[in-house]
């Protein structure tokens, strides 16, 4: 947990889009099924980051409720790309090894007012 708590100031001047190159990023992710906590995956990834884009990788430790946690490798590679002053398109591809390799996909529009 100190070590988490130790990479946390890494991880907030990471998210400023300003800088550039190596970054560390610790996130924790939990899934609901309506009421019901499924469990938690806790990615902790170096990365690195250009002007629009950004690839990171490293373990994921999984906790699912009631059951043994495990770990995985797990990692993102993603960009923007804007369109005028106001308006960018971003999109992100994740994956996460494990029994099944699981993967994802995330695009969208963001319009600054």
Same mark, same amino acid.
């Given at each position: 947990?100190?070590?988490?708590? $130790? ?7 990471? =998210?400023?889009? +300003?800088? $550039?190159?190596?970054? $560390? !990023? ?17 990615? +902790? ?5 250009? =002007? !629009?884009?950004? +690839?990171?990788?490293?373990? =994921? ?5 009631? $059951? ?7 990692? &993102? ?8 002053? =106001? ?13 099944? !390799?699981?993967?994802?996909? &995330?695009?969208?529009? &963001?319009?600054?007012?």
């Amino acid at each position: 947990m100190k070590k988490i708590i $130790a990479l946390l100031p890494a991880t907030l001047l990471a =998210a400023n889009p +300003v800088l $550039a190159g190596p970054y $560390a !990023n610790v996130e924790t992710n939990s899934g609901f099924a309506g009421s019901d906590y499924t469990g938690s995956v806790t990615d +902790v990834h170096v990365g690195y980051e250009g =002007a !629009n884009w950004y +690839v990171q990788g490293g373990p =994921a430790l999984l906790a699912p409720d009631d $059951a043994d946690g495990d770990i995985e490798l797990s990692g &993102k590679a993603g960009g923007s790309y804007g369109i005028n002053s =106001a308006l960018s398109v971003y999109g992100e591809f994740s994956f996460l090894t494990g029994d099944t !390799n699981g993967y994802g996909t &995330k695009a969208g529009l &963001k319009y600054s007012f």
